[in-house]
């Protein structure tokens, strides 16, 4: 029964982590610039594969977390330049930006499958070592560099958000744009780096996951699927509520799985978000807003 408990908390702190800086991309996004960003799926798998060829040329797998970040930042900020920022412009952006995303994710994802095939990859090991939890529950020297990497990326990100000028300037953005654009501020080019923040994000969220799990083309729309879950229940637009939403997915499905099964952790997590939307739909921040830990 320990082992069980100590498994519950060393698993929620692990996943909460990466799941913390995988919903905080898709968030940022949102509460900057009002749109769901449905390419992040395959942002994700972009960064998670950079990764994973760089380390098959030698670039050590420590080094991976920043070529992630890099790629599928990169590759968000084109595709901001080329799609989004022609389609934010448009009356029906809602549903444009939604179909244009969803539709780089399937690109993504044949282009991978073409390229790699279907087989999951292991990704190396960040940092060698094992060592032995209370209640003998085995614990990997790599989930203590995740969980710390994650943790120095949200503070870094909060730190940015709320000490920073360009960090302030996007979070007026978000609360009103249109006064941001009187005020003097670029939001061409504010908008442009949120997007790359976002993408980067999502590429490292991808690179931290897959020395969990992984290196596999199938993960996008499952972690598509699971941000989303996050952002809403959170607040939309909302920082602080989705790292507590964050961290209340990862024990969900932690707890689900060693007392059920693996088999039951999606059919639960959705009924847990059902049940919890229709008591608050606010979500757990209390309000629709775009708030930055400073």
């Known amino acids: ?4 408990i100590v ?3 060393y698993t929620t702190i692990v ?20 749109f769901m960003n449905l390419a992040y799926g395959g942002l994700f798998m972009i960064g998670a ?30 595709m901001h330049l080329g799609i989004f920022r ?7 952006r809602e549903s444009s930006t939604i179909a244009a995303g969803l539709g780089f994710a399937l690109i993504v994802q044949a282009a991978l499958v073409l390229i790699f095939g279907a087989r999951p990859r292991a990704y190396p090991e960040l940092v060698p070592g094992l060592v032995t939890l209370p209640g003998d529950v085995p614990a990997s020297a790599q989930s203590g560099l995740i969980v710390f990497s994650a943790f120095v990326v949200l503070i870094l990100l909060a730190l940015f958000l709320g000490r920073t000028r360009f960090g302030i300037a996007i979070r007026a953005l978000g609360n009103n744009s249109v006064g941001a654009e009187l005020m003097g501020v670029d939001t061409g080019r504010l908008t442009l780096v949120t997007m790359i923040l976002s993408s980067g994000l999502a590429g490292l969220s991808g690179v931290l996951l897959s020395g969990f799990y992984f290196v596999s083309v199938t993960t996008g729309f499952t972690v598509l699927v699971k941000a989303l879950i996050v952002t809403i229940v959170g607040g939309l637009g909302n920082i602080r509520g989705a790292l507590m939403a964050a961290f209340a997915l990862s024990f969900t499905e932690t707890l689900v799985s060693l007392v059920i099964g693996p088999d039951w952790v999606l059919p639960m997590v959705f009924g ?10 606010q979500g757990i921040a209390g309000r629709i807003s775009f708030e930055a830990e400073g």
């Open 1 to 4: 029964m320990a082992g069980q």
């Open 7 to 9: 498994q519950l908390i």
């Open 15 to 34: 996943l909460g982590s990466t799941y913390a800086v995988m919903a905080t991309g898709f968030t940022v996004v949102f509460g900057a610039l009002r």
């Open 49 to 78: 594969f950079a990764a994973y060829c760089a380390t098959r040329v030698g670039v050590p797998a420590i080094a991976g977390l920043a070529v992630g970040f890099l790629a599928s930042g990169a590759i968000g900020g084109m």
């Open 86 to 92: 022609l389609l934010l412009k448009r009356s029906d």
């Open 272 to 281: 847990a978000t059902l049940v919890l939307l229709a008591i608050r739909p």
